[in-house]
C-alpha cells in the first residue's frame, strides 16, 4: 500500500509540473491572440485551452504516467480523444471562471484566466488518473 500511495503522490508532483507548463502554454498564446493579435476574449481562450490541453496530454502521457504506458488498456490516439475529452470539465470551469471574473467582477483577463485554470486542475488530474492513462491491473 505505501508503494501505491508513494506513486501516487509522484503523479500528482509530476501533473503539477506539467499543469504548470500548461500555464505558461495557456497563458502564452491567451495573450499573443487577444493582447497582440485583438482577438476577442469570448474566441481567444478557446484556442488557448485547446492549445494547453495537448501541450499537457504530450507531456503526461510520456511523462507522468510513463511508467504504466507498456500496459495501458489504450492506443495513443484512443488516450489523446479521452484526455480532450476528460479535459473538457476543467476547461469549461476555466472558460467560464475567465469570461465571469473578466465581464463581471472587471478582473484583468489574464489573472482570471489563472483563477480558471487552477479551478479545473483537480477535476482533470482526477480524470487522468482513473480513466484516460488508467493501466488494466
Request: proline residues 1%; positive net charge.
Amino acid at each position: 500500500m505505501d508503494r501505491i500511495d508513494k506513486n501516487f503522490i509522484i503523479r500528482f508532483i509530476k501533473f503539477g509540473i506539467v499543469g504548470t507548463s500548461g500555464i505558461a502554454v495557456n497563458t502564452s498564446v491567451l495573450w499573443l491572440l487577444k493582447g497582440v493579435l485583438g482577438v476577442p476574449l469570448a474566441i481567444a481562450p478557446i484556442f488557448a485551452i485547446g492549445t494547453a490541453v495537448f501541450s499537457n496530454f504530450l507531456l503526461n502521457n510520456y511523462w507522468t504516467w510513463n511508467e504504466n504506458k507498456h500496459i495501458r488498456k489504450h492506443s495513443f490516439f484512443h488516450g489523446l480523444w479521452r484526455y480532450y475529452l476528460s479535459a473538457s470539465l476543467g476547461a469549461l470551469i476555466n472558460y467560464v471562471t475567465l469570461l465571469l471574473l473578466t465581464n463581471v467582477f472587471d478582473i484583468y483577463y489574464l489573472i482570471a484566466n489563472l483563477a480558471g485554470i487552477f479551478l479545473g486542475m483537480v477535476s482533470n488530474f482526477m480524470f487522468g488518473e482513473f480513466w484516460v492513462f488508467k493501466s488494466e491491473d
